[in-house]
T-cell receptor, first 114, second 116 residues
């Protein structure tokens, strides 16, 4: 079974621009979560989508948004990029079973804002 | 406020010995705990988990212990191997009452180095 895939793997953007990152979950997984990893803050939860609905959201400004499509693929968008948005953005998918909560991560998208 | 804490940023162990990674949490609503391993330039890989109704879960060389009263969990790796060298993240999950939504809260990680 193919793992979680994320595109692109690397991205360089300029302050003020916007960016869209894509995530394809493991086949059959309906929940997709997004995390931001930075050296200072570690892994921080951005949001979770299930059946095209955002069910949970972390403490990030409204510049960070996402969506999920009917095939469970997800995108996240960051508008008006700031230097502090430079980070590794990780997507994770899970099966969503009340007895099974493991999340499986993709390799991440390394975003650099200059 | 950091709800999941890994107080040791690094740990060095000899091959064949036991590695013990520790994690503390503050939120008593957490009911599921996970350990992830991360190599550079890769996403975290799920390692082992434990539900709050248990105090121990074992999978091969990996054992996780949970002490709910102390709000503490630990990961034991026995015997440690050089390939275990990675950053280990502890994570906790609080299951939302609305539709089972999950959110993982991560510690900042402990870098384990297993020396040959």
């Amino acid at each position: 079974k193919a793992g979680v895939t994320q595109t692109p793997r690397y991205l360089i953007k300029t302050r003020g621009q916007q960016v869209t990152l894509s995530c394809s979950p493991i086949s059959g997984h309906r929940s997709v979560s997004w995390y931001q990893q930075t050296p200072g803050q570690g892994l921080q939860f951005l949001f979770e989508y299930f059946s095209e609905t955002q069910r949970n959201k972390g403490n990030f400004p409204g510049r960070f948004s996402g969506r999920q499509f009917s095939n469970s693929r997800s995108e996240m968008n960051v508008s008006t990029l700031e230097l502090g948005d430079s980070a590794l953005y990780l997507c994770a998918s899970s099966l969503v079973d009340r007895e099974w909560y493991e999340q499986y991560f993709g390799p991440g998208t390394r975003l650099t804002v200059t | 406020d950091q709800q999941v804490k890994q107080n040791s940023p690094s740990l060095s162990v000899q091959e064949g010995r036991i590695s013990i990674l520790n994690c503390d949490y503050t939120n008593s609503m957490f009911d599921y705990f996970l350990w992830y391993k991360k190599y550079p330039a890769e996403g975290p890989t799920f390692l082992i988990s434990i539900s709050s109704i248990k105090d121990k879960n074992e999978d091969g060389r990996f054992t996780v212990f949970l002490n709910k009263s102390a709000k503490h969990l630990s990961l034991h790796i026995v015997p440690s191997q050089p390939g275990d060298s990675a950053v280990y993240f502890c994570a906790a999950s609080e299951i939302s009452t609305q539709g089972g939504s999950e959110k993982l809260v991560f510690g900042k990680g402990t870098k384990l180095t297993v020396n040959p």
